[in-house]
């Protein structure tokens, strides 16, 4: 039987060894990759020499691999990130200096929700996030917030596929779950209680572009008990109208040093 790699381009394999690697698996050896990607062991060998070669990949003291931070530095500079996360950060560092817990930014990427900011403090609530996580949008603050918004076609197929329960409070009925995003269309913001991890509650609200299209999702997690979370949610619309805001602002550019006078007429 023919290896299911077979038939793929290069560039496709290239990719399909650097989404071996997740959160749950960091570093990773050469036969682990092979069988996470369905690639045979020679080939990674070959693909993973090139890798290392161009920093995309980085090999640590147990000589196991890791992403490089190359891939991370080229990875930053994707411009519906990088502003939106520029813009992002100072309303993020409020909410965050205000529930001394998890503030969370969200676009909606494939069927995921990528987080690409994360604010968080020693000593908060459990939270399975990190930076670059692709997180399930039945069961997330942001994936909820996205799901909302995003094309009927788009909800149609992922309700209709099979949905993990994280937790018994976990939304997994495709009835249910359009009740509660109807609900986020109608009240602007959700709030998830215990459905990731039973002692966290989270709460989300859209973020717009300056034209009126939802491009992420805001959100805060903390603890369940004693959570208020209309004043949490209060506090994210403040700070999504404050990234709309400042999304529609001109970039701040530094004035041009004119190193040689002028020999143009002015």
Not at 55 to 67: A, K, N, P, Q, T
Not at 121 to 134: K, L
Not at 135 to 157: E, I, K, M, R, Y
């Amino acid at each position: 039987m023919a290896h299911k790699s077979a038939g793929r381009s290069a560039l496709a394999r290239v990719l399909s060894v650097l989404e071996t690697f997740d959160q749950d698996n960091s570093a990773l050896t050469v036969s682990r990759i092979s069988q996470r990607s369905g690639i045979p062991v020679p080939t990674v060998y070959r693909i993973v020499a090139e890798l290392l070669e161009m920093g995309l990949l980085e090999r640590g003291s147990d000589r196991r691999l890791h992403v490089g931070v190359r891939l991370w530095e080229i990875a930053s500079r994707a411009p519906r990130a990088l502003g939106l996360r520029e813009a992002a950060m100072p309303f993020m560092e409020d909410l965050h200096a205000a529930t001394r817990q998890h503030a969370q930014l969200y676009v909606l990427e494939g069927c995921d929700a990528l987080v690409i900011e994360r604010l968080s403090t020693r000593g908060a609530v459990t939270n399975i996030t990190q930076i670059g996580d692709r997180q399930p949008l039945h069961a997330t603050t942001g994936g909820l917030v996205l799901l909302a918004h995003a094309s009927l076609h788009l909800q149609d197929s992922f309700l209709s596929a099979p949905m993990r329960a994280y937790t018994p409070k976990t939304p997994t009925d495709p009835a249910e779950l359009r009740r509660i995003l109807a609900n986020i269309r109608t009240r602007g913001y959700v709030v998830c209680d215990g459905y990731i991890t039973p002692d966290a509650l989270g709460v989300g609200t859209p973020v717009y572009s300056p034209s009126g299209d939802v491009i992420a999702a805001l959100s805060v997690v903390v603890p369940r008990d004693g959570a208020q979370p209309m004043i949490h949610v209060r506090a994210l619309r403040v700070s999504s109208r404050g990234i709309t805001d400042a999304l529609g602002k001109p970039p701040v550019r530094a004035p041009s040093l004119r190193l040689f006078p002028s020999t143009a007429s002015e």
